[in-house]
């Protein structure tokens, strides 16, 4: 899936929140940041976020 640069930053934004408030942790790593975490959930295309896009009168969900 392609995402736009202001979907991926919307998408690691919230699951990096979701990360400092708790949420479990759905890929292995060392590191300690939300951000760097869910940055590497999202390349692992782990992340429980979806898209829904609009396109005229019709949506889609990604």
């Known amino acids: ?9 919307r998408i690691v934004g919230a699951r990096a929140l979701q ?8 890929v292995k790593t060392v590191k300690i ?3 760097d975490i869910a940055l590497e959930e999202f390349d692992a295309d782990r992340v429980p976020i979806t898209v829904k896009r609009q396109f005229g009168t ?5």
Do not use: N, Q
């Open 1 to 9: 899936m392609t995402y736009t640069r202001y979907e991926r930053a």
């Open 19 to 26: 990360i400092s408030m708790g949420a479990p942790v759905l």
């Open 33 to 35: 940041d939300p951000l």
């Open 58 to 62: 019709c949506s889609e969900v990604l």
